[in-house]
């Protein structure tokens, strides 16, 4: 029994190690995410081709857009995101943030290109320090 115990307590202490790392992550993620919205200006652009790469046996795609900055500089970008599918439809107008200084490090302004990962390591996170604490919780009070 002591041993189930010892075991309990090894998972909850890696449980809240991966929470605070990925809770970390996910701090750090959003932060470099509002600080590239912070200095980005706003316009659209069109989808006009896709870069595509075999990952393994998969083909992934990424869009390649083009867009017209502010000062009338014509950019095309990739996409932050390969996909197993086309996500749009070439021709497609999709938005855009890029930094004023650097337009050539535009990305598409869509949830998923930009907040995806900051919020699944959040919530990873968050999921895995309530986890370990209660696993903590029930080994302390299990205990003989």
């Known amino acids: 029994m002591q041993f189930a115990f010892r075991i309990l307590g090894f998972a909850?202490?890696?449980?809240?190690?991966?929470?605070?790392?990925c809770f970390l992550l996910g701090g750090f993620l959003l932060w470099r995410g509002l600080a590239f919205q912070g200095a980005a200006v706003e316009t659209t652009g069109?989808?006009?081709?896709?870069?595509?790469?075999r990952d393994g046996q998969q083909l992934r795609y990424r869009p390649r857009?083009?867009?017209?900055?502010?000062?009338?500089e014509i950019v095309t970008i990739e996409g932050q995101l390969a996909a197993t599918?086309?996500?749009?439809a070439i021709g497609?107008?999709?938005?855009?943030?890029?930094p004023r200084?650097?337009?050539?490090?535009?990305?598409?302004?869509?949830?998923t290109d930009n907040w995806l990962g900051a919020?699944?390591?959040?919530?990873?996170?968050?999921?895995?320090?309530l986890a370990g604490l209660l696993i903590r919780r029930a080994t302390r009070r299990g205990t003989p």
């Open 92 to 98: 497609a107008t999709v938005p855009v943030v890029y």
């Open 101 to 111: 200084a650097a337009p050539a490090a535009g990305r598409i302004a869509l949830f």
């Open 65 to 72: 857009v083009r867009f017209t900055t502010a000062t009338g």
């Open 12 to 21: 909850a202490r890696a449980l809240l190690l991966l929470g605070a790392l």
């Open 119 to 129: 919020s699944v390591a959040g919530v990873v996170g968050v999921v895995s320090l």
């Open 85 to 88: 599918t086309q996500r749009f």
């Open 46 to 53: 069109t989808v006009v081709s896709y870069h595509e790469t």
